[in-house]
């Protein structure tokens, strides 16, 4: 059991949060290891390569990272006071979500299950140094 007043509990637990600027997507319809593809190619990269970067790559998930990209730097513009040209992707990773899972009839009556993977991705910008 915590010890102390509810309020303060709240403010030292808060003390510790991540004031990073970044953007997360819930559930998006894509499985995790191909959403790493397009992930993989940006991290660490500033975020000028990095729109250049999923602008012009063929992959579906690069059109959802893009938005998320750039929801990022709008997150880090308006409610942290940062500069554009002076961010970088510090972290970016995807989580498994909820999987749907559907039947698909086969031959002689058997049912094969088709596994339809959704994933959580997570983008986070920082200042460079």
Known sequence: MAKG??????RE???NKDTRP??????????????C???DAIRG?????????VTYNPRYASSLIKKLLESAVANAENNNGLKKEDLYVAECYATT????KRIRPRAQGRAYRILK?????????????
């Open 13 to 15: 637990r808060n003390a």
């Open 45 to 53: 990269k500033d975020v000028e390569t990095a729109l250049g970067i």
């Open 117 to 129: 993977r959704m994933s959580h991705i997570t983008v986070v910008l920082d200042e460079k140094k």
């Open 37 to 39: 593809f397009v992930l």
């Open 5 to 10: 007043h509810r309020s303060q509990i709240k």
């Open 97 to 100: 979500g909820p999987i749907m």
């Open 22 to 35: 970044s953007a997360k997507l819930s559930y998006a319809r894509v499985s995790v290891t191909k959403a």
